[in-house]
Structures are given as structure tokens and as C-alpha cells.
């Protein structure tokens, strides 16, 4: 009995076909999204499954797939129809990404502190489904201090690093002010980090606080 229950599961969970132009759609709209979101992945295939498809469901026409992290190696979508009476439609179904990403692996043992430099990573592929969440890619912002001490081999991601800021906060800077033809120079604190062009509040020496935009290491433009 249980034999046949399971049988008649298995029937009813129909692996979305080739038959059908809109499952095609659908894989086609998922493959952008991976590719959107991770640029260096090599997408092998794309399953989709639903338990059951509406009986015109040849006569929908694709819209859309809803918004999704698409972030896993499978996972659920929700994909957007209209019917032939002009309605719209939503149906759900599973899908299977087999892929590629390539990503960066330590090349050696990282301090903590240190400095992610070209030598110290190499880039390597990797089955999608066995790279952890946040693996940092070659197309990264890779001015990055090690967070913690990172072991030779290891996927490096992002949570074991932290942004090598031009500016850290409470360094002492130099700022430029200008007037004209005049330029004025102001020793100044920083109260935020920042990298060049970003906009940071600092401290003059007698406590103001002005915004200021990073020009360089510990160099700052006044506003």
C-alpha cells in the first residue's frame, strides 16, 4: 500500500518539460538572475518541478518571475502569468541549478590584520551548491584587513574581512579648504571611515564638525 501511495506521488510530481515554451521562459529568466547576481558563474543546468500545471497552461503567456533571492543551488519561485482571459496568474514551482562559481581560496594562512594582497589568494571554481554564503569574487571591492585569522585554502568570504578604509575613523588628517585661489590647510579627526569619494563628517581642533570628502590616504577635501 505504501509502495503504491508513494508511486502515485511520485506521478503526480511532474518534472516541468521540455514541451512547454514557457517552462523554457522560465528557466531562461532564472539563468539571467544567477548570472545578474553571481557574473563569474558557469550554469551546467536548470530542473524546475511543480505538483501539477494548469490544464491550458500551454496557452499562458510569461511575464515575469517574481522577485527572489535566488541565492541557493535550489530553492522556490514564483513565476507570473497572463491567462488567455487577460488575468493574471501566479504559479510556484522548485527549482535545480547545477553550476559553477568561481571564487577566491587563501593561498596562504591570513593574521588577523593583514592585508588582502594579490599573493596571498588565488581564484578557484567551485560546485555551486558547496560555496558558502558571502565568498568574495575577483569582481569584489579586495581592499580588504582580515576580520580574523584565516587558514590556507579556505573560500575567503566576506564576513572574515573588513574594508582597508583610506581614512579610518579617529585618525588624524589633513584637510584642504579652498577659496578661490586659495587653499587652506586644517589638521582635522576623523569620526567616520571612508574610502576616496566618500563624504565624512570630521573634527577640527576646536570641535566643529564639517563634512569632508576622502582625496586620499588620511587626506580629506573640505566642503
Known sequence: MLKKVVFGLLMAFI????????????????AIEFKNKYPQIIIKSIDIQTAALPKNFDEFEF????????????????????????????????????????????????????????????????DFDKVPAGALSKDDDLDLVARTNVKKNAILRQNMFKANHLVKKNAQLKG??????IRISVELSALEAGNKGDTIKVRTRDGKVFQAVVVGKNQVSLE
Open 176 to 181: 584642504t579648504l579652498k577659496d578661490g585661489d
Open 63 to 126: 511575464l515575469r518571475l517574481a522577485e527572489g533571492k535566488f541565492d541557493k543551488a535550489s530553492g522556490y519561485l514564483r513565476a507570473e502569468f497572463k491567462t488567455p482571459d487577460k488575468l493574471k496568474k501566479n504559479v510556484f514551482f522548485r527549482y535545480f541549478v547545477k553550476a559553477r562559481l568561481e571564487v577566491l581560496r587563501a593561498n596562504k594562512d591570513l593574521q588577523r590584520g593583514e592585508s588582502l594582497g594579490v599573493n596571498n589568494y588565488r581564484m578557484a571554481f567551485f
Open 15 to 30: 518534472t516541468a518539460g521540455a514541451n512547454s515554451a514557457n517552462i523554457e521562459q522560465i528557466k531562461f529568466a532564472l
